[in-house]
């Protein structure tokens, strides 16, 4: 399970496919691409799992179920290394 | 002597709204030496001064600068909380503490580093914690570390490799070789719990010194220590602690009894002494701790003009000499007389810091 | 206000030994003081169309820039800077005082005004728009920045672009323009009429000479702009002038670069630079011909070619 950290206040812009984004507790600005940005997005609403967020990077892009798991898992690693996600605390991914 | 218009302000901030524009001018320049210019506007927004436009907006812009200084520490605190996760208890000390526990000093205060206090067998569980996550130890000169490490009181400063941030840890709030050894068992019992802003959820415990130790750590910390680039904030410091700790009652016997505790009735006396002349904090006379007539008397000479802000309209006749007179002590006291000549003379041939260049 | 050409030359010595003149530059006034006389020298070739301001009145900045003392003061003598407190930075030798008064100008505003977003660019304008040309060092940004300068471009600055938090517009500064080596003699031949401070050698950068902002642009210090164009400029010998457009997000982090106080801001920050790249289009621009540079940026400006 994946949420944003919590205690931040993200203030985004997105022009055509790309996302700059600030984080206010770390005070950093960051530039995420289509899919990192609907990661977020999602996670955004509230907790969710590798599924879920699987899921709508399908939705979006047309990749087959096997790349897109070999997409996700970087892209969260990333997202989770620029503090802006983080695994929910006991619970599995 | 006459008063830096500085310290006029900080004592009755309601007289600058009799500034003329070339005093304001002035008012921002020596806060600046001061190491208070985040300060001055908040001092002077509670007071309800209004400047003139022109020095407004520098107002303005140092609340600006103030509130993301504010930000930041708030963060690396975080940060240095999950870095050391169970090692040790997190105590912080200084300007962290002030910040961390919402306490009015810290409005506008400026600070470098964080200082943390922790037992002394997890000081090398505290660094090792520390270096695993992207801090690096500074003073690599091998006097320097031993310095630190064996005759101080703290390891080297430890310096974030990514962020740049430093944090000092102390594991005693005096060198083992001064002459005044408060114990920091005692300091830590004390410690008082304090809770994170609610921006900030879910992180373990952390910890101030108790109201009166606060107060005896910053005076010992001003009138030991011999370094005074920052002698008026620090004395600020202490005035604004007195007065918000002075709400509570009972306050002032608690601190008095702590000092005798501690054995810092001493400094005690210092900072009452000069809080009351400086910035007018009330202060009944205090017995304990009071020096011999002639020491006071040149204590006084000294203080008095290594306390003014390091600024060219400030310089009273013997300032820089007072500065070295008050060095030199304050290296006496925390060190025994062979020790402090190699330390001094090592300091001066070998660890010149280097200047700042400038950038291109 | 008057001028500062209107001060006999020691007049404008008098105030400086006694830290009395206030020059104003766009939205700032400065209280010098300086003992050098290639700083009184400098002021009288480089900012005479500036205005002067009371002694007594509020000066924003302190710059006093005094010879070293002791023994320094006659052998290899040196210049140091303080705002009255420390000297912040190592001293350099005499002779690049008007250099280091620049560089010093520079850093009080980079480090204190925080009302506005800083970046490392130049700024120019025409019919009402203005382009923002931030680069490293090395780009030829100075270059193109005193050639556009001279043939028509309103100067706001060649170093700082000063964004306005409040509505977003630039501020202007109007500052001499730091030239270097071949630079330098590029612009001489490319304006004959351009006035010059005294050439500086032996500095870091080689030599170094400041071409004076044109008295037009110094007159309208005080009218802000609206920026339309961020161009990253690059000059390549022989290259073909190009102009490349950047997208939205990369003209951002590209700003955030070059700018001073960005992380001081915050989410403010984040607001005007988004604010400001909204508003703008970004582009890569390459170049080795001056002429054909100026005829395309006169092009984006909407005069006929």
């Known amino acids: 399970m994946w949420q944003v950290t919590p205690g931040q206040t993200l203030v985004a812009r997105q022009w055509d496919d790309e996302l700059v984004i600030h984080n206010s507790l770390s005070g950093a600005t960051h530039l995420l691409g289509l899919g990192a940005t609907i990661l977020l997005g999602v996670l955004q609403n509230g907790p969710a799992d590798e599924t879920t967020l699987a899921a709508a990077l399908q939705d979006e892009f047309a990749l087959d179920a096997a790349e897109i798991g070999a997409e996700l898992s970087p892209m969260l690693a990333r997202l989770a290394k620029l503090e802006l996600i983080q695994q929910c605390p006991c619970s599995p991914a | 002597m006459k008063p830096a218009l500085l310290v006029e302000v900080l004592r009755d901030p309601q007289c600058a709204s009799a500034l003329a524009p070339r005093d304001w001018e002035l008012l921002l320049s020596q806060a600046r030496a001061a190491g208070l210019h985040g300060a001055l506007p908040f001092v002077l927004a509670d007071a309800g001064v209004q400047a003139p436009p022109a020095p407004r907006r520098h107002l303005d812009w140092l609340r600006t600068e103030a509130l993301r200084h504010r930000d930041s520490m708030r963060n690396e605190v975080r940060l240095i909380a999950q870095a050391l996760g169970g090692s040790a208890p997190l105590l912080l000390l200084k300007g962290a503490a002030y910040l961390m526990a919402g306490l009015p000093t810290a409005r506008g205060r400026l600070f470098g580093d964080v200082d943390i206090l922790v037992p002394k067998e997890s000081l090398s569980a505290v660094e090792r914690a520390l270096v695993l996550h992207g801090w690096v130890t500074t003073h690599h000169d091998a006097y320097d570390q031993r310095y630190y490490r064996e005759w101080m009181h703290e390891l080297p400063p430890l310096e974030h490799m990514q962020r740049g941030t430093t944090i000092d840890v102390h594991h005693a709030i005096l060198p083992e070789t001064a002459s005044l050894r408060p114990d920091p068992a005692r300091l830590r019992a004390a410690a008082v719990p304090i809770a994170w802003p609610g921006t900030m959820p879910g992180q373990r415990p952390l910890f101030v010194l108790a109201p009166q130790d606060m107060v005896l750590h910053s005076a010992l910390h001003l009138f030991w220590d011999g370094e005074f680039d920052h002698g008026l904030r620090d004395l600020f410091d202490i005035h604004r602690l007195l007065t918000a700790f002075d709400a509570t009652p009972g306050f002032r016997e608690a601190l008095a009894g702590r000092a005798r505790e501690l054995g810092l009735e001493r400094p005690l006396f210092y900072a009452l002494r000069y809080c009351g002349r400086l910035f007018g904090t009330p202060a009944p006379a205090l017995a304990a701790g009071r020096p011999n007539r002639l020491q006071l008397l040149l204590m006084d000479f000294l203080f008095e003009r290594a306390l003014q802000p390091d600024h060219a309209s400030c310089a009273g006749r013997g300032t820089p000499a007072a500065r070295f007179a008050l060095y030199v002590r304050g290296n006496w006291l925390r060190m025994p007389p062979l020790l402090l000549a190699r330390h001094l003379f090592h300091k001066a041939v070998i660890s010149r810091r280097a200047p700042a260049g400038q950038d291109e | ?305």
């Open chain 3, 1 to 305: 206000m008057p001028l500062l050409a209107s001060l006999t030359r020691a007049e404008l010595r008098r105030r400086l030994g006694e830290g009395e003149l206030v020059l104003r530059t766009g939205p700032f006034t400065t209280r010098i003081r300086s003992d050098i006389a290639l700083v009184d020298e400098g002021l009288a070739r480089l900012y005479a169309a500036h205005s002067v301001e009371d002694a007594d009145s509020f000066a924003d900045f302190q710059v006093n820039l005094l010879r070293s003392r002791g023994w320094r003061r006659w052998i290899r003598p040196q210049v140091l800077f303080d705002q009255g407190g420390d000297a912040p930075f190592t001293p350099l030798p005499l002779a690049q005082s008007q250099p280091m008064f620049e560089w010093v100008m520079n850093w009080c505003i980079s480090n204190h005004a925080h009302g506005y977003l800083i970046v490392h660019a130049a700024v120019l304008e025409k019919h009402g728009r203005a382009v923002i040309l931030p680069a490293p060092p090395g780009s030829g940004k100075s270059t193109l920045c005193a050639a556009l300068a001279m043939r028509g471009w309103r100067l706001l600055s060649d170093e700082l672009a000063l964004v306005r938090c409040a509505d977003g517009l630039l501020a202007p500064l109007v500052r001499p323009v730091s030239l270097k080596n071949a630079s330098l003699d590029v612009i001489r031949a490319f304006a004959p009429e351009a006035r010059f401070g005294l050439p500086v050698e032996g500095t870091i950068k080689g030599t170094i000479g400041h071409l004076a902002p044109p008295a037009a642009s110094v007159a309208r210090a005080d009218e802000p702009a609206r920026a339309a164009w961020v161009v990253f400029p690059r000059f390549e010998a022989g290259a073909a002038t190009s102009l490349t457009p950047v997208p939205k997000a990369r003209t951002f982090m590209r700003l955030i670069d070059n700018a001073f106080n960005y992380a001081l801001l915050g989410q403010r920050g984040f607001e005007v630079l988004a604010q400001l790249v909204d508003d703008c289009e970004g582009s890569d621009f390459v170049y080795s011909s001056l002429d054909e540079a100026i005829a395309l940026f006169d092009g984006l400006a909407g005069d006929a070619s």
